[in-house]
């Protein structure tokens, strides 16, 4: 009977010193030292591979060839051969592996001295293999009546494997295409086509060395636009990128704590363009992460030392499929949306404690907190939100996979919701409410607590600014959808409301917001538009017939049928004096009709995704 016994790479000190900062129990590394029987049979169907090398002066870059199927293949021993093409003028690893030599002419590369790493991906099929050894040999051949094509051969003796889980891969459909490469810029700062480039991109593919003795190459995906431009300009350029939850391998990582210097490419899949950049490395860890892209426990800063941006370099193309699953949404630099976090600033702990629940309606309710220290967490201001942490409530620990609630995975379980009540005026100093409506799990469990809980949640803070401005003439519009009059209702005792609109639409199922709103500052129905979806047939006979009776007597002027343009254009030929900037706090589908019927105009509207 035969069998085969996989031998295992130890995890070096770089890896182990990742492991104890995380606090990742002890594991065998699953990376065997030959080209694995999975890697045999997954290396011939991918029509990509990302390969990393060391140039001249010791830095690494990525590419990122193929195009089809069948380029790469195995070719007994652990070898692996490569052929296809590749810009054989500005690629900087293949400039790196064979541009010393001439053309057809065979590099047999003695052993160690060309180390290689790579990663096949399947886009496709979102599954991947990562790779690492040496060069053996290579050549570049022109090819064509103006040899204005490169083709690339390339011989890899793999000493390590190791096939990796599919999450952050983007589905992508490749494509061949014909390399017509033209360097646009080989300096700092990135030109604007880059940045352009870098913020539509879900996907990167970075390769980092052990010292000078072995390579990784992996991926790191995500939404458009994951990694961040903290700097670009003629002083420095880093990018910073976010770490999710992996594996918990930290292979890259662990190279980095040794070898902190990584090479990285960007490829645009429409247009073929490429980024290539390398440079020095930062891992930041806990609150520094927090600190420089809110909601992050680990990420990574790329002081790029060298670039070069391509037209047109790549040997394929991609069209887009589905995004991950387990893709959170884009986490900002703290300089782009700033996320408070009160708890950072003596290591004093700041609670907030439910003291009042009031249900509106079936799914929205008003929420009391009062602040245990009002000192620390400071003062807020009317058009601000608070930020709460619901992690010690709901978290759930580490999982490698949550194939049920993929998103959670990298969910920190903070929430933001506007604050809907004014400093002082009715309530004491240390006391506030938000108004909410019931969408997700922290929502659900706030609904399911009771005032007698004593429900305790860490507050991290206060933030935003969706201040509304009055000139002293002109007449403010407002439009909010549903629960977007909460940013509104803390400013209202400040404004002088004859010189509002509001335009307010609504479903049938929140009247009671509504007439809860007019409750409390019964001057603001006279100036308010309110338009009601969801009645059916006959609303005066309906269920709801009591609350439009209500809500006829409150002098709002009422419309039992959705907006449409000329209702919001309708204002300008009522008031000659209404204000050229326009307030907006609806959902994103509603926004987005109300910014093109708004074209021209200055519209603010409060951004949810802080």
């Known amino acids: 009977m035969a069998f085969i016994q996989l ?68 070719l007994g021993q652990s070898n692996i051969g490569i052929r296809t093409l590749v810009d054989g003028k500005f690629d900087p690893v293949i400039e790196a592996l064979l541009g010393d030599r001439d053309d057809e002419e065979v590099n047999e590369a003695s052993a160690g001295q060309k180390i290689v790493s790579a990663l096949s991906v399947d886009l496709a099929n979102r599954n991947r293999l990562k790779l690492a050894g040496q060069m053996v040999a290579g050549a570049l051949e022109q090819l064509g009546p103006e040899e204005k094509v490169t083709e690339a051969q390339i011989v890899i003796k793999i000493d390590q494997s190791l096939g990796n889980c599919p999450k952050y891969l983007n589905k992508k459909r490749i494509t061949p295409a014909i390399p017509e490469p033209t360097l646009v810029s080989d300096s700092l700062p990135l030109p604007t086509a880059a940045t352009d480039l870098l913020g539509k991109s879900d996907i990167l593919f970075i390769s980092s060395s052990h010292h000078h003795s072995y390579m990784g190459t992996n991926n790191r995906g995500g939404p458009r636009g994951f990694v961040r431009v903290l700097h670009n300009d003629s002083s420095k350029t880093v990018l910073v990128y976010p770490e999710y939850s992996g594996n918990r391998l930290y292979q890259t990582l662990g190279n980095l704590q040794t070898t902190p210097q990584a090479g990285l490419v960007f490829p645009d899949f429409d247009t073929g363009d490429v980024l290539y950049v390398t440079g020095t490395t930062e891992i930041v860890v806990g609150k520094e992460a927090a600190i420089l892209l809110p909601r992050s426990n680990l990420a990574v800063k790329i002081h790029v030392s060298a670039a070069r941006f391509v037209r047109k370099g790549l040997a394929f193309r991609g069209q887009a499929g589905d995004f991950s699953p387990y893709n959170p949404p884009v986490r900002y630099l703290a300089s782009e949306h700033a996320l408070p976090d009160v708890q950072a600033t003596d290591g004093k702990a700041v ?83 938000i108004t909410f409506r019931n969408v997700g799990k922290v929502t659900d469990f706030l609904f399911k607590q009771s005032v007698r809980s004593g429900l305790e949640i860490p507050l991290k803070g206060f933030g935003g600014d969706f201040a509304v401005k009055q000139n002293q003439d002109e007449v403010v519009p407002f439009v909010a959808g549903g629960i977007g009059i909460t940013p509104l209702l803390p400013q209202l005792d400040q404004l002088k409301l004859e010189n509002m609109r509001l335009v307010w639409t609504i479903h049938i199922a929140d009247l009671g917001l509504v007439l809860d709103t007019f409750k409390r500052c019964a001057k603001l129905a006279r100036f308010t538009s309110v338009f009601i979806s969801g009645l059916g047939d006959s609303p005066k006979s309906g269920p709801h017939s009591d609350l439009l009776q209500t809500l006829g007597t409150s002098g709002a002027s009422t419309f039992t049928r959705r907006i449409d343009v000329t209702d919001v254009l309708s204002l300008e030929k009522a008031h000659l004096n209404l204000s050229s900037t326009w307030y907006i706090c609806t959902g994103s589908g509603f926004r987005k009709s109300l910014l093109s019927w708004l074209s021209g105009k200055t519209v603010i509207y409060e951004d949810f995704n802080y």
């Open 351 to 433: 609670y907030t404690k439910l003291v009042k629940k009031e249900m509106l309606t079936p799914s929205i309710a008003r929420f009391r907190f009062s602040v245990s220290d009002p000192v620390a967490a400071g003062r807020w201001n009317p058009g601000q939100y608070v930020a709460l942490a619901f992690e010690e409530e709901l978290g759930l620990g580490y999982s490698h996979m949550r194939p049920d609630d993929p998103r959670s995975l990298n969910d920190d379980l903070t929430r933001t919701f506007t604050v809907s009540s004014a400093m002082g005026g009715d309530l004491p100093d240390d006391e506030f409410e």
């Open 7 to 74: 031998e295992h790479r130890e995890w070096h000190k770089g890896e182990q010193a990742m492991h104890q900062m995380l606090h990742v129990p002890e594991d065998t590394n699953p990376t065997v030292p030959f080209l694995s029987p999975f890697g045999t049979r997954f290396l011939p169907t991918t029509p990509l591979i990302a390969l990393g090398t060391l140039d001249r002066h010791g830095r690494p870059w990525t590419n990122i060839i193929g195009g089809e199927t069948g380029f790469a293949r195995p």
